[in-house]
């Protein structure tokens, strides 16, 4: 007799079946896999705020005083300003020496060489186009290098910052603007603990801003983040000067059809909020949820009794309060 062997495999309906279950079970996994990659780089973008609070920390017992916003010698104008249209080195060039960047502290010579200068020198300006990675958000998919005029420095493209620091409330406030709702960064200005009369637990020190945000209107807007080495203020009010510092005009992670504000304000590309490192060092995950005025003025106009009240040093939101250093309102962080 003649014996047939029955050969064994799959069948076409056997293998598309098989192919759809591993395809809904991947489906299944990649937001958990996402959601675990955006924790990590949550964590790492937390330790880049808390090291960068703690060096500044460092400096203040150096120098008994937190570094300025940014820096511009003697004379200046009456209104305590320095001149326009040429740059001033900012907070985060005077912190190098303790974020183990020491030597390009020392190759810049921050705070002798003029930053006009050292932008101007090519060696110098290849040293400024390297990014520092304690300065960048993992989560941020900016470009490394600035573009466009209102962050350039004399013209000239340097390492992008993720992290700004906390003016004050509502609008930029300069060395002559000593309304009791101003932050921990002021120009020309060294403010010490002592200065923080709200409590350095209850006082926005560092904060972060992303590079672009897609609006309500699915619009692209380009904040650009911010500058490592400093700024270059412009002919045009504060133009320039928030490359190194933010304030609470607008709300967190503002994404009205207003890209000025975007620039001013904080925001990250964290879903539901962005981190601080407060005056005490410590690192705090802010929700964009946390009360603000633009909850009752969602289109970003401002309410001018709203403004007279905050330039007053009465703060009437915790967004509010939680960017003055000393309105005696220390506010209820979320």
Known sequence: MRRFRR???FTL????????????LVALLLPAVQAAREAARRMSCGNNLKQIALSAHTYHNTYQ???P????????????????????????????PFIEQQPLHE????????????????????????????????????????????????????AVSNYVGSNGSRYFRGRNNNHLNIGMFVEHVSISIRDVLDGTSNTAFIGERRWSVSDINSRLRIS???????????????????????????????????????????SSEHPGGAQFALADASVRFIPETI????????????????INTAAAGRPDTAWESLHGRHDGSSGALP
């Open 13 to 24: 309906v056997e293998l598309l079946v098989v192919i759809a279950i591993i395809g809904v």
């Open 65 to 67: 005083a937190f570094p």
């Open 291 to 306: 009360e603000n005025d633009f909850n009752i003025f969602p289109n970003g106009a401002d309410n001018q009794s709203r």
């Open 107 to 158: 190759r810049l010579n921050v705070g002798t060489t003029h930053l006009l200068v050292a932008v101007n020198t090519p060696l110098l300006l290849d040293m400024m186009q390297k990014p520092i990675p304690s300065f960048r958000c993992p989560s941020d998919t900016g470009p490394p290098l600035q573009v466009g005029s209102p962050c350039l420095l004399d013209g000239k493209a340097t």
């Open 69 to 96: 916003a940014f820096l511009y010698k003697p004379p200046y104008a009456a209104n305590g300003r320095g001149p326009n249209n040429t740059p001033f080195w900012g907070w985060s060039s005077f912190l190098l």
């Open 224 to 266: 650009r983040a911010a500058n490592i080495f400093g700024v270059r203020r412009h002919n045009s009010g504060n133009q320039g000067t928030n490359a190194v510092m933010g304030s609470g005009r607008a709300k967190l992670n503002y994404n009205w059809s207003h890209t000025g504000r975007s620039r001013m304000s904080f």
């Open 7 to 9: 050969t064994t495999g």
